[in-house]
């Protein structure tokens, strides 16, 4: 029974270069949630996501991010043209519709150089 | 919108004692839910214990148990028989169903230390 699964766990990228991280939620699980934590601080909403949908993008940057959850395969965060700005811990987290069931993977640490 | 406010940077307790680390949130949903997270060294981020706001009776999780004043907009998490392996920060979060998405609202958190 595994848990919600990221990679890369690390991910080093160059000012410009696109950052492209992977979220497979459990099993059954058809909802995704991406957060951004800076360092010392809580971590913030970014996006919801269900299967091909976008549901909620309030937290999402305009321009550079992107996110989908296609119907097979990880969810995806996409990062175009990184800055150092970007540099953060980036969590998904996967569940049903409702809070009984919402849990977080081990997170990728994006470093722009 | 939701905030959630985490008055403790840090905190240090010895093993074995109690320690009660404190939260205050402030929304304007009357339906939401109040979490505490744990997020060890790993940085794996680990529901410690829920709570949604229409249940009177405080929330309990083994060692851990929240204090939770509707009124006072407030919530608190007592560890009782502190562990080395409690050494972590800890998040208190909010959530509510708006628009159809249950995203959590977080605070800054409160780091701690159980000392030997």
């Known amino acids: 029974n595994a848990g919600v699964m990221q990679n890369p766990r690390h991910l080093v990228r160059r000012r410009g270069q696109e950052a492209r991280l992977r979220c497979s939620p459990m099993k059954g699980h058809s909802h995704v949630y991406w957060y951004r934590q800076l360092p010392e601080e809580g971590l913030k909403f970014m996006v919801y996501l269900q299967k091909e949908n976008i549901i909620d993008e309030s937290g999402m940057p305009k321009e550079r991010f992107s996110a989908e959850f296609p119907k097979e395969g990880p969810s995806i965060l996409r990062i175009q043209q990184v800055v150092r700005g970007d540099s953060a811990a980036y969590f998904c987290?996967?569940?049903?519709?409702?809070?009984?069931?919402?849990?977080f993977g081990p997170g990728t640490r994006l470093t722009v150089l | 919108a939701q905030t959630v406010t985490q008055s403790q940077p840090e905190m240090s307790v010895q093993e074995a004692e109690t320690v009660t680390l404190s939260c205050t949130y402030d929304t304007s949903e009357s339906n939401y839910y109040l979490f505490w997270y744990k997020q060890p060294p790993s940085r794996q981020m680990i529901l410690v214990i829920r709570?949604?706001?229409?249940?009177?009776q405080n929330a309990t999780e083994n060692r851990f148990s929240v204090n939770f004043q509707k009124a006072a907009k407030s919530f608190s998490l007592k560890i009782s028989d502190s562990q080395l392996g409690d050494t972590a920060m800890y998040f208190c979060a909010s959530g509510h169903s708006g628009a159809g998405s249950y995203q959590l609202t977080f605070g800054k958190g409160t780091k701690l230390s159980v000392i030997p």
């Open positions: 987290a996967g569940g049903l519709a409702s809070y009984n069931e919402q849990f």
């Open positions: 709570q949604e706001a229409y249940k009177q």
